[in-house]
């Protein structure tokens, strides 16, 4: 459990490639000591939200705020809250959930804020679990429901998904589950995926829960204990062998599609608003797969040599891919971004610990 972690925003101006604007604009000043700012293109800004995890003194790991548009990684610095955990989700209209503890560690309890785009309010604070409960998992759909799993880690079961509405902080629904979920999915059309291993055949049953029931409707055998998940727009499940990528139709436990051409140990997964696959692989690569493809259009290295694991990955408005990376060479993690539908680096830089990164739609 990460009980110490530094909040980050990245005005990441990768806008290039979206076209130039020379007007003078005013970005919303955020949260704590973020201060307001002017750039010349500020128009053409995507707030980048970049957690870390385990950090000792993150007033020591300065972190970026604004960048150059097109071509370089964000230059002006500035963090925005000094601890929060690492779990990060965004709503369809940008606002940011952040989670958050409280207590010590006999009585730790955790609360959701959430914050309007560009961190310019707190707008509700959600309690979401009691004392000696823990949260291991947190994200959207497409309606703005918050779905957030709360573990009782004595017990050594997970207790429930609970699902907050809009405006609410009282769960609406509430999914009891005891399967002891890796982790979870959450489609934009209100399904979810539970993920846990099977110790008896060393497989991971994913449970799906259609939208609104709290009862799962089938489960899908995933030959591979170390699997990973992602859904799309359409509630397909994306869900990781050893060396490949398994479509999963809504209502079916066979898989539609197997993408293997490239694929090496996924350590994560994600698709785009296009429904693009990336499929973070174990060298530090990472495979890009058109909606409904089964084999790469491009392929991106890693960003630096001795990067194994791509843990985190989100696309901007523009297209544009950043990443969080673990590195052995440089100790602690790599964040990177990518040039739109290439393999171009348009820069990396090392941080200590970051753990996800999530991205915000275009400033107004």
């Known amino acids: 459990m990460r009980l110490?972690?530094?909040l980050v925003l990245i005005a990441a101006l990768l806008a290039g490639c979206a076209g130039g604007n020379s007007s003078t604009s005013a970005v919303p000043s955020g949260l704590g000591a973020m201060q307001r700012f002017t750039t010349s293109a500020a128009i053409h800004a995507a707030p980048v939200y970049v957690s870390f995890g385990n950090n000792p003194d993150p007033n020591t790991n300065p972190v970026p705020i604004l960048g150059d548009t097109g071509t370089q990684l964000p230059t002006l610095w500035k963090k925005i809250k000094p601890q929060s955990p690492d779990l990060l989700a965004l709503d369809p209209s940008g606002d940011l959930f952040v989670l958050e503890y409280t207590g010590t560690t006999?009585?730790?309890?955790?609360?959701?804020g959430e914050y309007s785009s560009w961190g310019r309010a707190l707008l509700r604070t959600i309690p979401v679990s009691g004392a000696n409960q823990l949260v291991s998992g947190m994200a959207t759909d497409g309606s703005g429901n918050l779905y957030v799993l709360v573990v009782s880690p004595d017990k050594g079961i997970s207790q429930a998904v609970q699902i907050y509405a809009p405006g609410s902080t009282t769960p609406s629904e509430s999914i009891p589950v005891t399967?002891?979920?890796?982790?979870?999915?959450?489609?934009s059309n209100g399904t979810v995926?539970?993920?846990a291993l099977n110790g008896s055949t060393e497989h991971v049953d994913v449970a799906v829960y259609p939208a609104g029931s709290t009862t799962a409707a089938y489960t899908v055998d995933v030959p591979y204990f170390q699997s990973v998940t992602a859904a799309d727009s359409a509630g397909n499940l994306y869900a990781s062998t050893r060396n490949a990528v398994s479509v999963y139709p809504p209502g079916s436990t066979t898989p539609s599609t197997t993408i293997s051409d490239g694929?090496?140990?996924?350590?994560s997964l994600m698709l785009d608003s296009k429904n693009n696959l990336y499929i973070a692989n174990s060298d530090g690569s990472i495979s890009v797969v058109a909606a409904g493809g089964t084999t790469p259009k491009y392929r991106i290295p890693p960003s630096e040599s001795g990067t194994p694991s791509v843990s985190s990955m989100a696309v901007d408005p523009f297209g544009n891919l950043c990443?969080?990376?673990?590195?052995f060479t440089k100790g602690g993690t790599i964040f990177a971004c990518y040039q739109a539908g290439t393999a171009k680096l348009i820069g990396?830089?090392?941080?200590?610990?970051?753990?996800?990164?999530?991205?915000?739609?275009?400033a107004k």
Do not use: D, E
């Not at 694929?263 to 350590?267: A, E, G, L, M, V």
């Not at 990396?348 to 275009?362: D, E, L, M, T, W």
């Open 323 to 327: 990443t969080v990376s673990t590195t």
């Open 348 to 362: 990396s830089r090392p941080y200590y610990n970051a753990s996800q990164i999530v991205i915000g739609p275009q």
């Open 4 to 6: 110490r972690a530094a």
């Open 106 to 112: 006999s009585t730790l309890s955790y609360a959701v």
């Open 263 to 267: 694929t090496k140990i996924p350590s």
């Open 179 to 187: 399967n002891n979920p890796l982790a979870m999915t959450v489609a």
């Open 193 to 195: 995926f539970l993920p």
